[in-house]
């Protein structure tokens, strides 16, 4: 993959991220932000963006989304762990939302 093309693919991914969310945001302002791992003032600047906003901002080459599972024993443990799949999906919801508390606490520090 050259540059070009993959500036293309991270343009694409960036505009159904920012659609996604707003939709989201939409739909369910609570849901959305714990699912997407934001805050209400991100949730506000997300949803009040206009198509042209969103657009200039997703042209970036750089990926706007994130992992939020940055310790990888934890992502190791949901991922490869023995456990049911729906037992696996509800410990990966507990770890995310977990993840979600520490954000605001560490973007104050």
């Known amino acids: 993959m050259d540059a070009a093309e993959a500036t293309k693919e991270i343009a694409d991914l960036n ?3 920012m659609l996604l969310a707003q ?3 939409r739909e369910d302002r609570a849901s959305a932000m714990l699912r997407l791992g934001i ?3 991100m949730a506000n600047l997300l949803a009040g963006m206009s ?3 969103v ?3 997703a042209a970036s080459n750089f990926v706007l989304c994130a992992f939020r599972l940055d310790e990888q024993p934890a992502l190791r443990n ?3 762990g023995d456990r049911q799949a729906s037992l696996q999906q509800a410990h990966l919801s507990i770890l995310l939302a977990g993840g ?3 954000a605001p606490a560490l973007a104050r520090s």
Do not use: D, M, P, S
Request: hydrophobic fraction near 50%.
């Open 15 to 17: 505009l159904t991220y």
């Open 39 to 41: 805050g209400a003032e």
């Open 23 to 25: 939709k989201l945001l």
């Open 55 to 57: 657009i200039k901002l």
């Open 78 to 80: 949901v991922v490869q």
């Open 100 to 102: 979600q508390n520490r």
């Open 51 to 53: 198509l042209a906003e």
